[in-house]
Every structure is written in structure tokens, then in C-alpha cells.
């Protein structure tokens, strides 16, 4: 019995003893030369760059297939470190935008997975505001015709749902602070990638790569496990 309380009392102190491994998926920032979002280990082997639009539909498919493994796998346990750059195609996707970057860094994974989840309900709603008060939109500065895309086709309540505010977002849209980086980045993916999404791994692009079937055995050749 003294020999049994002995193992396991050693047992239990080992354990204790022992750190728990670290959740990089909660170390998030932004990349000081491209404003991108990053997740993950600084020190990750693996560099991810993704270019994403959110209306386009194959970069909602790449956002729900590769969750499992890239981010609750590959990033959590610190082998990949991902960033995610914007490759705005149209004035929804650039009221899409504005709304997931307006939460910052920590509200970003939610934010874009929620948006990329509802895209097909909230780009119908959007279209038909739109369609019907063309004339009044094209009459908004830029920041109004935004606000009103994202009020009018649902972003604005993903949004709040995930901690911004309407005043958060009026604030936002106020000044270069958040559209101006948005602007920037799109331009340099589009002087780069043909079309979304598009990937850098390790600063080199990867071509002919448009999901996540044929990016996840690059990833792991490079070093992601």
C-alpha cells in the first residue's frame, strides 16, 4: 500500500510539475510592414501568408475546411504563425472588411469566421439594398455608402454580435485608420495573386493553390505539423 501511495503521489507531482503545453491561437498582433493580422508563434517554423476576400466564395470554403487542422491544430501547437491580408474585390467585400478589422486582432477570428459563415445571406441582402437605392448610395461619400452596406446587409449586426459596437464601427469609419491599411493591403495582394484566396509560404507564393486540399501537404513539406 506505501509503494502504491508512493507511485502515486509521484505521479500526481509530476504531472503538476509538468507545463501545459501553450495555445499560440491566443497570441495575436499585427504585422508592423503590411498591417495584416497575425496568429501563432513568432518563432513558427511555417510563415502563412493568406490573401482573402469575403465575397469570394472559395475563401469561405478555405476559412471552414482548414479550421480544424490549421488553426486548432498547426497554429495552436506553434508550428504555423498566420497571417491574413485583405484582398477586397468589391464595396461589400470592403464593408466586410472594415467590420472584421474594427474589432482588432482579438475579435478577428471570430469576426471573420462569422462573416465567411452567413456570406451568401448577408451579400443577397446587401445586393438588394443596394439595387434598390442606387442613386441615393452612389450620392454617400464612402464612408456613409460602407456604413450603409454594412447596416442594411446584415455586417454591421455580426458586428455587435461580436463585441463592435455601432459606435465602434462609426469610429472606424472615421478617418484611415482602419480602411487605409484594407486599401493598401488589397492593392499589393492584387499586384501579386491572380485571383482569392492566394497564400505566401515562407515569402514565396504558392502557386496554383486556391484551397485547402492543396495547400495542407505544402504547409506540412515545409514543416506544419
Known amino acids: ?16 510539475a509538468s507545463p ?16 495584416g493580422f497575425t496568429v501563432g508563434n513568432p518563432a513558427a517554423k511555417v510563415v502563412l501568408v493568406e490573401y482573402l476576400s469575403f465575397t469570394c466564395p472559395h ?34 467585400d470592403l464593408a466586410a472588411w472594415v467590420v472584421a478589422r474594427c474589432g482588432g486582432p482579438r475579435r478577428f477570428a471570430g469576426l471573420s469566421s ?3 459563415a452567413a456570406q451568401d445571406d448577408w451579400m443577397k441582402k446587401g445586393e438588394a439594398y443596394v439595387q434598390a437605392n442606387l442613386a441615393a448610395v452612389k450620392a454617400m461619400p464612402q464612408a456613409a455608402q460602407l456604413r450603409a452596406v454594412a447596416d442594411n446587409s446584415g ?7 461580436h463585441g463592435v459596437t455601432p459606435a465602434a464601427l462609426t469610429a472606424c469609419l472615421k478617418g484611415d485608420a482602419t480602411l487605409s491599411p484594407i ?28 484551397d485547402w486540399a492543396t495547400l495542407e501537404p505544402k504547409l506540412r513539406a515545409a514543416g506544419a505539423r
Open 1 to 16: 500500500m506505501r509503494i502504491l501511495l508512493a507511485l502515486l503521489f509521484g505521479a500526481l507531482l509530476t504531472a503538476a
Open 20 to 35: 501545459q503545453a501553450r495555445d499560440w491561437r491566443t497570441n495575436v498582433g499585427v504585422a508592423p510592414a503590411t498591417g
Open 155 to 161: 455586417l454591421s449586426a455580426i458586428g455587435a454580435r
Open 59 to 92: 475563401c469561405a470554403h478555405f476559412a471552414a475546411e482548414s479550421k480544424a487542422v490549421l488553426h486548432d491544430r498547426m497554429v495552436r501547437d506553434g508550428t504555423v504563425r498566420v497571417e491574413t491580408r485583405s484582398a477586397a474585390r468589391d464595396p461589400f
Open 183 to 210: 486599401l493598401k493591403m488589397t492593392e499589393a495582394a492584387f499586384a501579386k495573386i491572380n485571383g482569392t484566396p492566394g497564400f505566401e509560404i515562407n515569402g514565396t507564393l504558392a502557386a496554383n493553390t486556391f
Open 114 to 116: 462569422a462573416i465567411f
